[in-house]
Structure formats: structure tokens, C-alpha cells
């Protein structure tokens, strides 16, 4: 049995990881694919503090796993497929067998959203991406749009406009809601043309992404461009299906903590993008995943005297 088992390996797991290696505890970390989450697919970060220039998402996540490994955290490339955190001893099941921990750290992150359009599903990896760093290399010298308009379209936008011959921004409202330097430096680009008040309605194409269908939300006229390339970036959702029906969480499905990252359940704790919070940046994952491990250990010691008594 460990002491501490951590579901994830974004910024916040990584931090608690850190933390519950360096204060003695038994911790193995679970990833699915790679660590650094979705701070990993973004190709700067210019508001993480201590790196006056900014930093890569990749890099940064990368850092991150070396410093906590360094410390003695496991991390072992397996999905999880179920969790039972109920009884005392909390079980974490994968391919490979089931773990028994004391405690549970949940930092499982959130995914982007998607439009729901038909055929979306079918067009992935055809030209329809929900990551621009992952994929904007493909598009070099081709004319691609980006739907959304916050902080990541905006971020996309303008890594794009370093590979294609132009960039469409489609935005449902009439102002952006990024932030202000990002919006103008997208308004600066020669190569990004913003629509204003479009919603996508179709993506066209026979088995590659070929354009795509817009409405225009006050005159409800249609336009289509013409597209090699399509990239979603409307928001994120919880990934939190793994403790639906066991934790408490909130209308959109985030984990319910207090200020100390403690659920409902005894011993179990969430930090990063899958809890509820007012939000959702590197800085306040990785400050929720050391609150949480620090809750973690505290809890430990309580289990340790009550053993001893």
C-alpha cells in the first residue's frame, strides 16, 4: 500500500507530487499520455512567475516532472480505468492491477470543449485540431481558421499566423473576452482576419477538412470559406468522470473542495482544472496540487497517531 496516489499529471499533480515525495510520503503519480497537461500543448507562457522572457508549455512541464522525480515521485504511464474512494483504503484500478493508497490526490485537468457539429469527430486529424501548437506545422502556407474568443483562441491565432497564409478568427460575440495585450497583438497581425458575430454551422469536406459553413448571428446570412484546416478553442470541461457519483461536484462537473482542496470524502483531495475555482492558470494548479499534498500529509500524520494510540 502507498501513502499518496495522484491522479494526473498536469501542473497540479506534478506540484503535489513534489511535495508528497519531498515530505517522505510513498507517492506514485498515474498519466495517461504525457505529463505538463494542457499548459504542455501551449506554445508560451508569459504569466507563470520567474521567467521574465516566458517559457514553453512542453518546457515548463517538463522542468516540472524532472524537479519532482528528483524527490522520489513515481509516475507511472497508466491509465486509470476506475477509482473506488469510499472506504478508508482508497483503490486505484488500471491495466495493469489494482494500487490500495491511503490518500487520493484527484488533478485530473479538463479537455477542450467541442462544437457538437456533425461529422466533427470524423474530421479529427483531417484538418480539425483542438490543439494549434500540436498541429500548426501542418498548415504552412494554408489558410485556417480558429473558432473562439478567449485566451487560448487568441494564443492559437497567433501561433498559426507563423505557419499559414492566413488565419480566420471566428468569434460568436462582437469584443473578445482575452486579454487586452492579446487582443492586440491578434489585431496587429497582417495575416489574421477577425468575423465578428459567426457561429459555425458545418464543416465541410469528404473525408479531409475542406471549409467550413458560417451563420452570422444577427443577419443569420451564411458564408463559407474555403479551409485546409480547422482549430476548436471554445473552452475546456472537466475530466471528471472517473468520481461521478461518488464526490460532490458542481452543476458543470467540478469536484467540490474547501479552501484546503479536501472533498467530501475523507482522505480524498482535487487541485488544478477538475475542481471548482474562479481560476484555471499554471500558477493556481500548481498552488492547489501543494495545498492538497500538503492536506494530504497532514492527513497522514493523523492515520500514523491514530495507529499508534
Known sequence: MIDIAIIGGGPAGLAAGLYAARGGASTVLFEEVFVGGQAAKTPRIDNYPGFTDGIE???LGIRMHDQ???????????????????????????????????????????SPKKLNLKNEDSFVGAGLSYCASCDGAFFRNKEVCVIGGGDTALQDALYLARFAKKVYLIHRRNEFRGCKLLQSSVLAENNIEVLWSHVATELLGEGAIEGIRLRHIESN???????????????????????????????????????????????VYAAGDARETPLRQVVTAVSDGAVAATSALEYLSTLKQAASN
Open 57 to 59: 508549455g512542453s518546457e
Open 68 to 110: 519532482a522525480v528528483r524527490f522520489g515521485l513515481d509516475i507511472r504511464y497508466e491509465p486509470v480505468d476506475g477509482l473506488d474512494l469510499a472506504y478508508p483504503t482508497k483503490s486505484v484500478q488500471t491495466a495493469h492491477g489494482c494500487v490500495l493508497s491511503k490518500t487520493v490526490i484527484l488533478s485530473m485537468g479538463a
Open 221 to 267: 446570412t451564411i458564408k463559407e470559406l474555403v479551409l485546409s484546416g480547422v482549430f476548436i478553442a471554445v473552452g475546456i470541461e472537466p475530466r471528471t468522470d472517473l468520481v461521478r457519483g461518488q464526490l460532490q461536484l458542481s452543476t458543470e462537473g467540478y469536484i467540490k473542495t474547501d479552501e484546503a482542496m479536501r472533498t467530501a470524502l475523507a482522505g
